[in-house]
Nanobody
Framework: QVQLVESGGGLVQPGGSLRLSCAAS????????MSWYRQAPGKKRELVALIRSDFFTEYGDHVKGRFTITRDNAENTMWLQMNSLTPEDTAVYFC???????????????WGPGTQVTVWS
């Protein structure tokens, strides 16, 4: 069974940094796009950043220049380096990936349970 697990969330002061990780485990045949989303209380879930298997990246306007998304295809792992954090970055951060669980390479979207990031002084 395919699972995504995030780690690295926590409490940080404004201006600080955190690095989130997302690891895919289980049996599968390939991973296409991997993404980070976030959801703050009372707000819609929003795209933070995505990275394709060819390492093309895209960022939400609210994090450009501050966050960096990377991945290791051999390790089936993705990271989100978050710098210059502000209280507006406070949210639950979710990892998602399009993964082919079977040899027919039909891709499905999987989500991790989320990790809390809180920025406050």
């Amino acid at each position: 069974q395919v699972q995504l697990v995030e780690s690295g969330g926590g409490l940080v002061q404004p201006g600080g940094s955190l690095r989130l990780s997302c690891a895919a485990s289980g049996s599968f045949f390939g991973i296409e796009t991997m993404s980070w989303y976030r959801q703050a209380p009372g707000k819609k879930r929003e795209l933070v950043a995505l990275i394709r298997s060819d390492f093309f990246t895209e960022y939400g306007d609210h994090v450009k220049g501050r966050f960096t998304i990377t991945r290791d295809n051999a390790e089936n792992t993705m990271w989100l380096q978050m710098n210059s954090l502000t209280p507006e970055d406070t949210a639950v951060y979710f990892c998602t990936a399009r993964i082919a669980p079977n040899s027919d390479f039909t891709f499905k979207d999987y989500w991790g349970p989320g990790t809390q990031v809180t920025v406050w002084s």
